[in-house]
């Protein structure tokens, strides 16, 4: 009788913390291999619900975010680029993509301008660290936002997928306009990805609704992907890594730098001879103690 009764009080205190546990799981939350940072590009289950703010899982991401929120603090910004692994490479103090700085601080030295994306990310993410204190108080000028690559993944998908990836980019164009109702945001075409060809069209169905969103004012829209790739959506030699034939190289990035400048340049004129944007930030598990291991990195995830 005694061993029965403590089997009972097992299984109910089973069942309340697995009742627990899924109340603090949001009901939109993505799939699992969606916030892992080991997810490889083109590898992810389709991400549902893009509009719904969901945060990242892996410590990682958290020390990246809390990294993020400090950055944003400091002020001094008045272009915030916010993304995925495609933007962050590009802004960040990590040593492997240096000459990606380098060719940062050419293009926007004097613009004030700072780097907020994150590897891995999709757009319920972004849109969930949008909504949790990374863009408050900020108040830039211009947003670039350039997103969604995650969410298609290296797959073609169907009308219901270009429709929750238009509908999310939706989202995240109108909690930037709520907490920075003054800036100007340059909403960015998805840049083709070549590791699976067959995705190019669904690619470029997203582009065109992201284009209808565009007012030419508040909204501008920006595709630089007839420089980046030919007419079937093959990106030229050099565009990209080759390993990965998706994230930019300094080439593929100087090719969206030539698209945004003449409108940095129409909005705040030219650059100044100083510039007062926060430092570059970097992947917090590379900042680790000797004999401390790092935690898992995002750098080789879009």
Known sequence: MKRSIQFFGAFVTAAVLCNFSSAQTPPTAAPATTNSANAAPGNRAFRSRADQPTPRRDANSQLAHEQLLEKAKKGGIDIYFEGDSITRRWGTSDAQYKENLANWNTNFFGWNAADFGWGADGIENILWRLENGELDGVNPKIIVLLAGINNAGAQPGDDAKVEDITRGL??????????APGATIVLTAIFPRNDNMAVIPTINKINDNLARLADGKKIRFLNVNDKLADKDGRLFDGMVNAGDKLHPTVKGYQVWADGLKPIFTA??????????????????????SPGVPSVTTNANHT
């Open 170 to 179: 939706k989202a995240v164009l109108a909690v930037c306009q709520q907490k």
């Open 267 to 288: 909005l705040l004129g030219p650059p100044a001879k100083t510039d007062h944007a926060p430092p570059p930030t970097g992947d917090p598990s590379a900042r680790k």
